[in-house]
């Protein structure tokens, strides 16, 4: 009788393969390995960068080499060697696409295999896809119909040439250059991003879309991208990303910056699933963000991440609240499998009244893996009736794997309300028998259940990414039954 | 007359459960379009006999054979006794939180259906087959788009079972004490269901502890398992004189036997 335990599952998790492994043979544009000033000025040069950004990268880099590493995240890694790392490479071929027509047959098989055909996305009517390959911008569409509205969504390179004043005026704002370790190397070294800006009043009517990919090997990637709501403006932003399969380790460092000024709302998603390296441990990308964003008055920012890659994962997509009256939300699954750990959750900073903060994390541990949540609700004493809800639930699949919850609150204001709420679970035989007697097979069963519990994260997701966090979720966790 | 089909034979059945012997040579047959109860007291193994034969993993079979229309059963795995139209009405339905009822009664209506080599039912269809099911156990509406029985009521989530197998339509249903936990009003509701549902097509297996199911969903026959097997076998007089005489009766008359 084919009866599924939660050994088999445990051991199917272990066998889960990861599916994007793959290089796209496209030739390189590199720069020696290692970090140092003329490497900056290197990397600076060849971007054709006015003077400002440089002297902003060598004083980052001034920054970040009296800074070290932290360590006081819930994970052990080996420590990357930064002297070993290149920290530039571009496709030799620099042209820019006018359609995805023009677009080369091994992009476009890239993108099949990231299950985002272009044919899929062209059906995917009113997204905008900004494919960034290895650190520059290969392609840009719906271009024409955003910039009728005034938007401007491009590569952060060509924000730079094109928008100087608009890049300068708010680059590291938010994170500043000696915010942490990583933000210091990210201010210093990185090459291409996203910048986005949406002008007073307007509604961004489409959903803006990214779709990061590491693809040389042994190159760090450090992406920056800015976001920027002008005064009652509008922008859901979709970030999403994988990493082909590679034996030594990756590091990723970017850095994302998002400004809602006044009654303005920004929307970003995040699906990440990049190499969590193999199932005894070795190899995946080492994942280490910095996201913020600001809400002036009135303002709100919603964070949204789906989270099933990489091998260690540090980030905690936080939100500043300093206007009055603004919002601050932070949605997340975070999957961990084999030995992948994630140390992820969220910073709520409530300078202004009435401001408002919620928190639902949704973490799954399996294979070996160590998840953590760590939180920080931070409530100032300008802060009157601030309010908070944290919510944090964890889902153990085998009994190798570990889920830490770490919620910090700091609260100087008497009106402020703060509630926080925790579970932790185990998958239920039962469900899954329930399912079973109904006819459904144990994998859809799983993918089911999990997809339940994680359910208020995903529908907080545009239709066509959560479909693909659903899958996403599916390959995951999924087992060959047997 | 032609002979009944059979839609299940079960054949000196021994299940044990951590090395103890639970079912120890149980015999049943059940044709088509008939309704049998299965009663008896506290620990004579009706559950088991339920979790058995809809594959529960933790019960092993040692001796026995299970014909399920033709098809050996002990041989399927739980999902593919499902689809061929084996149906179990939990006595404690599952909840599963964030899963919409509809999407798991489409997910595992599909699943038969591909079994069977039909094509996935198109959302309208279903919709228009949930609004019909649904009248059968005066089932709320909203609950049909809620999560599965999640937050539901114990009446509810019977209620509930017996609209998922209106809407699998099994050949085979079991229910498993689904009196248990009823008023009086959920209980004539979900009895009404039941008999809604049984056809000269279908078979049902009632295992219940009273007679009381039984004034509402009566059966063709009545069986007394005890000790792990059928000791009496009767119509549903047998069930009447049961709840007046209590199993006792059934033990003395082993006893003296």
């Given at each position: 009788m084919a009866n599924y335990t939660e050994d088999d599952l445990a051991k199917d998790l272990?066998?889960?393969?990861?599916?994007?492994?793959?290089?796209?043979?496209?030739?390189?544009d590199k720069i020696p390995k290692g970090l140092n000033e003329d490497i900056i000025r290197l990397i600076s040069k060849k971007k054709e960068e006015p003077e400002w950004l440089l002297e902003y990268r060598l004083k980052a880099y001034r920054v970040w080499k009296n800074m070290v590493e932290p360590e006081w995240a819930h994970v052990e890694y080996e420590k990357p060697k930064f002297d070993e790392i290149i920290y530039y490479a571009a496709p030799k071929q620099k042209k820019k696409y006018e359609s995805w027509d023009d677009v080369e047959p091994e992009l476009k098989e890239t993108m099949k295999k990231l299950g985002i055909s272009m044919e899929e996305q062209k059906r995917l009517t009113g997204v905008a896809v900004d494919f960034v390959m290895d650190s520059v911008s290969v392609a840009t569409s719906f271009k024409e119909k955003l910039k009728e509205l005034g938007i401007i969504f491009c590569s952060f390179s060509e924000a730079v040439q094109e928008y100087p004043e608009l890049v300068k005026e708010h680059l590291g704002t938010v994170v500043p250059m000696t915010d942490n370790f990583y933000a210091a190397l990210?201010?210093?070294?990185f090459t291409d991003g996203s910048f986005c800006y949406i002008p007073k009043g307007v509604k961004c009517p489409m959903e803006l879309s990214t779709y990061f990919r590491i693809n040389e090997s042994g190159t760090g990637q450090f992406e920056r991208t800015l976001v920027v709501a002008d005064e009652g403006s509008y922008v859901s932003y979709l970030e999403g990303c994988t990493a082909p399969q590679r034996d030594e380790n990756q590091l990723h460092a970017a850095v994302v910056e998002l400004i809602a000024k006044d009654n303005a709302e920004i929307k970003y998603s995040t699906v990440q699933n990049w190499y969590p390296g193999d199932k005894d441990g070795k190899g995946g990308v080492y994942n280490f963000v910095t996201k913020r964003g600001i809400c002036e008055r009135n303002a709100k920012i919603s964070w949204t991440q789906v989270e099933t890659g990489s091998a260690v994962t540090w980030k905690y997509p936080s939100c500043i609240l300093k206007g009055d009256n603004s919002v601050g939300e932070f949605y997340s699954v975070a999957v961990t499998n084999n030995y992948q750990q994630a140390d992820t959750g969220?910073?709520?900073?409530?300078?202004?009244?009435?401001?408002k903060s919620t928190i639902i994390s949704k973490g799954i541990?399996?294979?070996k893996s160590q998840?953590?949540?760590?939180?920080?609700?931070?409530v100032h004493a300008s802060a009157d009736h601030a309010r908070n809800f944290s919510q944090c639930d964890s889902l153990l699949m085998t009994d190798k794997c570990g889920a830490h919850t770490f919620p910090y609150i700091e609260c100087k204001n008497k009106t402020a309300k703060i509630e926080h709420e925790a579970t932790t679970s185990k998958i239920g035989e039962d469900q899954i028998f329930y399912?079973?007697?109904?006819?459904i097979s144990e994998e859809k069963a799983i993918s089911m259940i999990v997809n339940g519990y994680c359910k208020e994260v995903l529908n907080q997701l545009p239709m066509e990414f959560a479909v693909e966090a659903q899958k996403l979720l599916t390959i995951s966790l999924e087992g060959s039954v047997g | 007359m032609t002979q009944k089909k059979k839609i299940i034979e079960i054949k000196n059945l021994h299940a044990s459960i951590d090395g103890k012997e639970i079912l120890k040579g149980l015999t049943l047959t059940i044709n088509a379009g008939e309704v049998h109860a299965i009663m008896g007291p506290n620990g004579a193994g009706k559950s088991t006999l339920a979790s058995v034969l809809a594959g529960r993993e933790e019960y092993e079979v040692t001796e026995g054979e299970v014909l399920f229309d033709g098809v050996n059963l002990l041989e399927l795995s739980p999902e593919e006794r499902a689809r061929e139209g084996l149906f179990l009405a939990f006595q404690y339905p599952i909840e599963i939180p964030g899963v919409s009822n509809i999407n798991f009664l489409r997910t595992a209506l599909n699943e038969i259906r591909e079994h069977k080599g039909e094509t996935p039912i198109s959302a309208k269809e279903f919709m228009a087959l949930v609004r019909e099911k649904s009248k059968i156990v005066e089932l709320d509406a909203k609950l049909a788009s809620r999560s599965v029985n999640e937050g539901f009521s114990g009446g509810?989530?019977?209620?509930?079972?017996?609209?998922?197998?209106?809407?699998?339509?099994?050949?085979?249903?079991?229910l498993d004490e689904t009196d248990s936990?009823?008023?009086i009003d959920a209980l004539r509701i979900v009895a009404n269901g039941v008999n809604k549902l049984r056809s000269d097509e279908n078979a049902i297996m009632v295992i219940t502890h009273y007679q009381r199911l039984l004034d509402y969903i009566v059966p063709d026959f009545v069986h007394v398992l005890y000790d792990g097997k059928i000791v009496k076998t009767g119509g549903k007089d047998l069930a009447l004189e049961l709840e007046e005489k209590g199993y006792d009766w059934i033990k003395h008359d082993l006893v003296n036997n």
């Amino acid at each position: 009788m084919a009866n599924y335990t939660e050994d088999d599952l445990a051991k199917d998790l272990e066998q889960q393969e990861y599916k994007f492994g793959f290089t796209t043979d496209i030739e390189s544009d590199k720069i020696p390995k290692g970090l140092n000033e003329d490497i900056i000025r290197l990397i600076s040069k060849k971007k054709e960068e006015p003077e400002w950004l440089l002297e902003y990268r060598l004083k980052a880099y001034r920054v970040w080499k009296n800074m070290v590493e932290p360590e006081w995240a819930h994970v052990e890694y080996e420590k990357p060697k930064f002297d070993e790392i290149i920290y530039y490479a571009a496709p030799k071929q620099k042209k820019k696409y006018e359609s995805w027509d023009d677009v080369e047959p091994e992009l476009k098989e890239t993108m099949k295999k990231l299950g985002i055909s272009m044919e899929e996305q062209k059906r995917l009517t009113g997204v905008a896809v900004d494919f960034v390959m290895d650190s520059v911008s290969v392609a840009t569409s719906f271009k024409e119909k955003l910039k009728e509205l005034g938007i401007i969504f491009c590569s952060f390179s060509e924000a730079v040439q094109e928008y100087p004043e608009l890049v300068k005026e708010h680059l590291g704002t938010v994170v500043p250059m000696t915010d942490n370790f990583y933000a210091a190397l990210n201010s210093a070294v990185f090459t291409d991003g996203s910048f986005c800006y949406i002008p007073k009043g307007v509604k961004c009517p489409m959903e803006l879309s990214t779709y990061f990919r590491i693809n040389e090997s042994g190159t760090g990637q450090f992406e920056r991208t800015l976001v920027v709501a002008d005064e009652g403006s509008y922008v859901s932003y979709l970030e999403g990303c994988t990493a082909p399969q590679r034996d030594e380790n990756q590091l990723h460092a970017a850095v994302v910056e998002l400004i809602a000024k006044d009654n303005a709302e920004i929307k970003y998603s995040t699906v990440q699933n990049w190499y969590p390296g193999d199932k005894d441990g070795k190899g995946g990308v080492y994942n280490f963000v910095t996201k913020r964003g600001i809400c002036e008055r009135n303002a709100k920012i919603s964070w949204t991440q789906v989270e099933t890659g990489s091998a260690v994962t540090w980030k905690y997509p936080s939100c500043i609240l300093k206007g009055d009256n603004s919002v601050g939300e932070f949605y997340s699954v975070a999957v961990t499998n084999n030995y992948q750990q994630a140390d992820t959750g969220t910073k709520m900073i409530h300078l202004g009244k009435n401001t408002k903060s919620t928190i639902i994390s949704k973490g799954i541990s399996a294979g070996k893996s160590q998840n953590s949540y760590r939180g920080l609700v931070q409530v100032h004493a300008s802060a009157d009736h601030a309010r908070n809800f944290s919510q944090c639930d964890s889902l153990l699949m085998t009994d190798k794997c570990g889920a830490h919850t770490f919620p910090y609150i700091e609260c100087k204001n008497k009106t402020a309300k703060i509630e926080h709420e925790a579970t932790t679970s185990k998958i239920g035989e039962d469900q899954i028998f329930y399912c079973l007697q109904r006819g459904i097979s144990e994998e859809k069963a799983i993918s089911m259940i999990v997809n339940g519990y994680c359910k208020e994260v995903l529908n907080q997701l545009p239709m066509e990414f959560a479909v693909e966090a659903q899958k996403l979720l599916t390959i995951s966790l999924e087992g060959s039954v047997g | 007359m032609t002979q009944k089909k059979k839609i299940i034979e079960i054949k000196n059945l021994h299940a044990s459960i951590d090395g103890k012997e639970i079912l120890k040579g149980l015999t049943l047959t059940i044709n088509a379009g008939e309704v049998h109860a299965i009663m008896g007291p506290n620990g004579a193994g009706k559950s088991t006999l339920a979790s058995v034969l809809a594959g529960r993993e933790e019960y092993e079979v040692t001796e026995g054979e299970v014909l399920f229309d033709g098809v050996n059963l002990l041989e399927l795995s739980p999902e593919e006794r499902a689809r061929e139209g084996l149906f179990l009405a939990f006595q404690y339905p599952i909840e599963i939180p964030g899963v919409s009822n509809i999407n798991f009664l489409r997910t595992a209506l599909n699943e038969i259906r591909e079994h069977k080599g039909e094509t996935p039912i198109s959302a309208k269809e279903f919709m228009a087959l949930v609004r019909e099911k649904s009248k059968i156990v005066e089932l709320d509406a909203k609950l049909a788009s809620r999560s599965v029985n999640e937050g539901f009521s114990g009446g509810e989530k019977k209620k509930n079972e017996i609209f998922q197998m209106a809407m699998l339509n099994p050949k085979l249903a079991i229910l498993d004490e689904t009196d248990s936990g009823l008023d009086i009003d959920a209980l004539r509701i979900v009895a009404n269901g039941v008999n809604k549902l049984r056809s000269d097509e279908n078979a049902i297996m009632v295992i219940t502890h009273y007679q009381r199911l039984l004034d509402y969903i009566v059966p063709d026959f009545v069986h007394v398992l005890y000790d792990g097997k059928i000791v009496k076998t009767g119509g549903k007089d047998l069930a009447l004189e049961l709840e007046e005489k209590g199993y006792d009766w059934i033990k003395h008359d082993l006893v003296n036997n």
